[in-house]
Antibody, heavy 117, light 111 residues
Framework: QEQLQESGPGLMKPSQTLSLTCNVS??????????WNWIRQPAGKGLEWIGR???????NYNPSLKSRVTISLDTSENQFSLNLSSVTAADTAVYYC?????????WGQGILVTVSS | QSALTQPASVSGSPGQSIIISCTGT?????????VSWYQQHPGKAPKLIIY???NRPSGVSNRFSGSKSGNTASLTISGLQAEDEADYYC???????????FGGGTKLTVL
C-alpha cells in the first residue's frame, strides 16, 4: 500500500519560489505505469490540478500554471517535487501529492502553504 | 469557474438515496470513460470512491455507484448514513491541453 507524505515550508513571501517534496513509501516511484501528481485546494474551494510526472520522467502541466511550474523526480530518494515560482497570495492553498493510474488512488495528507508578506 | 459542473449542495435523510451530477462536454466526460469521484471530509485529503465511471476501489462501500450518460456523469449514494456527509468531487481526463479537470464540488448534508 502506497503512502505519500508532503513536506515543505508552510509560510512564504510573495515573489518567492515554493518548493514541496512528496515522499513515497510502499513502492518504487519509478516502477509501474503511474503518474505522480500535484493538486491544490484553496481554503473553502475546489480542487485544482497542477501537473504530473510519469514514472519514466515525462511531465504535463496545467496550462494556467505552466509558466511557473516544474515537477521533478528523485528516484534515489523515492520522491518527487514541485517548484512554483513567483508565488502570490492567490497561491495560498493546501497542496496535495497523489498517485495516478486512471484516477488519483493514493493521496498525501496535504500541506498548507500560506503566501503573505 | 470549474470545468465540470456539479450542484453546490444536496441533502437527504438517513436511508434515502441521492444522486450528484457532474456535467462536462464531449472533450471530457462525454469523450472518455476516465471519470472518477472523490469523497472529502473536512480537514482530510480526498478519497477515491469511484474510478473509470462505475468501478469501486477495494474497501469502498457498495452503497456508492457511478454512471454516465452523454456528457453527464452521476454518483449515487444509497442507504445514506451520517458518515456520508462530506464534499464530493468529480474528475475527468480531457482531450484538451488541460488534461485533467475537476468539478467544483458538492456538499452532501445528511439531515
Amino acid at each position: 500500500q502506497e503512502q505519500l507524505q508532503e513536506s515543505g515550508p508552510g509560510l512564504m513571501k510573495p515573489s518567492q519560489t515554493l518548493s514541496l517534496t512528496c515522499n513515497v513509501s510502499g513502492g518504487s516511484i519509478s516502477g509501474g505505469s503511474y503518474y505522480w501528481n500535484w493538486i491544490r485546494q484553496p481554503a473553502g474551494k475546489g480542487l485544482e490540478w497542477i501537473g504530473r510526472i510519469y514514472s519514466r520522467g515525462s511531465t504535463n502541466y496545467n496550462p494556467s500554471l505552466k509558466s511557473r511550474v516544474t515537477i521533478s523526480l528523485d528516484t534515489s530518494e523515492n520522491q518527487f517535487s514541485l517548484n512554483l515560482s513567483s508565488v502570490t497570495a492567490a497561491d495560498t492553498a493546501v497542496y496535495y501529492c497523489a498517485r495516478e493510474y486512471t484516477s488519483f488512488d493514493y493521496w498525501g495528507q496535504g500541506i498548507l502553504v500560506t503566501v503573505s508578506s | 469557474q470549474s470545468a465540470l459542473t456539479q450542484p453546490a449542495s444536496v441533502s437527504g435523510s438517513p436511508g434515502q438515496s441521492i444522486i450528484i451530477s457532474c456535467t462536462g462536454t464531449s472533450s471530457d466526460v462525454g469523450g472518455h470513460n476516465f471519470v472518477s469521484w472523490y469523497q472529502q471530509h473536512p480537514g482530510k485529503a480526498p478519497k477515491l470512491i469511484i474510478y473509470e465511471v462505475n468501478n469501486r476501489p477495494s474497501g469502498v462501500s457498495n452503497r456508492f455507484s457511478g454512471s454516465k450518460s452523454g456528457n453527464t456523469a452521476s454518483l449515487t449514494i444509497s442507504g445514506l448514513q451520517a458518515e456520508d456527509e462530506a464534499d464530493y468531487y468529480c474528475s475527468s481526463y480531457t482531450s484538451t491541453i488541460t488534461l485533467v479537470v475537476f468539478g467544483g464540488g458538492t456538499k452532501l448534508t445528511v439531515l
